[in-house]
């Protein structure tokens, strides 16, 4: 584990913050439909160290159109209309519920941002609404039932694989990020990753703590040609002098093995509170690609997972 003194850390914070401040804040959409994990969605929002505050915005979206989806390819019951009219319902309740509770979670986080309500499909919606560009979509990764179509559980794959922007995906209760585990496999999109780490996060999450420390890692799914490994300690070697340099703590690991599955290993050891990866990788091999692999990760993560686009 390595690290450069505080006092550099803590200058290095400073300059971050007043060389964002030329460009627009980072815009954060929340996708909540009421449930824990939409709300623990919110908090991790606030939480997050990012290095300037971010312009946030809740969405909640009503999809009452996916309770007929299970009819669809079934013969026709007489006698569900009436039921899916009080399904839809119950829905249209819950959703004015999450909203007046979304209001209040967000003033008692002292977030600051529009919260708004929309009908239609879920995963298109948060879709059509999530930030353009430097922005995150912030989603759980479970909703409220198994009979609902529009629960997080399915969407948040669906937001996960086709928005424009990074994708936060919460697996579990708030809590400060004190260990990152970044995955770097040297593609632009990890160098993406690398960026959002020094660029949109400050090492030390508020003051009075201690930096926050980054496992960096390379898996490699080639067992037979050592000098692979070594091109892969050197690369991690590189992020991690940066990250040093910025003010993290730093673990370097180098795994041979399925890139997802020691992925998920390393971050179960290490007891990470996030996993941060690219949203596509390199290479010839699709199937070892960091796109297939962020993916794996995302679906079968106990922590929560940050794909940087």
Known sequence: ???????????????????????????????????????????????????????????????????????????????????IQEEIKRIEARGKTAITEAKAQMASLKLKGKVQSERGPAGPTILDRAPRR?????????????LDRFMLGSVSTQVTLHAPCSVLVVKEEPRPVSRILFAADGSKASEKALRFLLTK??????????????????????????????AGARLVEQCANKLIKAGYVV??????????????????????????????GMGAVARFLLGSVSTKVVQHSTCSVLVVR
């Open 251 to 280: 673990d370097e690991v180098v795994q041979l093995g399925k890139p997802a599955d020691e992925i998920l290993k390393v971050a179960s050891k290490k007891k990470v509170d996030l996993i941060v990866t690219g949203a596509k």
């Open 134 to 146: 430097d922005g995150i979509v912030a989603i759980g990764s479970r909703g409220l039932d198994a």
């Open 1 to 83: 584990m390595r690290q450069r003194g505080a006092g550099f850390a803590q200058q290095f914070c400073i300059l971050g913050n007043r060389s964002n401040d030329k460009g627009q804040p980072m815009k954060v959409l929340i996708a909540t439909d009421g449930s824990k994990y939409g709300k623990w969605a919110t908090e991790w929002v606030a939480r997050m160290p990012f290095a300037e505050k971010p312009e946030v915005a809740l969405l909640h979206v009503t999809d009452v159109e996916a309770l007929r989806a299970p009819f669809m390819f079934q013969p026709v019951v007489i006698g569900n209309e009436p039921f």
């Open 201 to 230: 996060l400050q090492p030390e999450a508020r003051e009075g703590f201690e930096p926050i420390d980054v496992v960096v890692m390379h898996a490699m799914p080639f067992l037979k040609y050592p000098e692979l490994k070594e």
